[in-house]
């Protein structure tokens, strides 16, 4: 996996707060955190929380490599 900037590390929790907050808006920062907590094992708590972020990272990397159009 690629290394993110602090900008882009910044830019994909915000993209997975949001998801998270628009598809619970009752959620808790404390259950966000339990369910994406590392496990002994490596993984999750809750592993589609793992999917979410690596959804959300590979997002801004996608759109960081995108051509960008010049200002008309």
Known sequence: MDSLTPDQAHRAMRGFLEQRLARDPQAEVAQVLSDTAMLPD???ADP???REWLD????VLSEDAAPRRAAS
């Open 42 to 44: 490596g993984r999750t």
């Open 48 to 50: 589609a929380s793992l």
């Open 56 to 59: 959300c990272v590979a997002d």
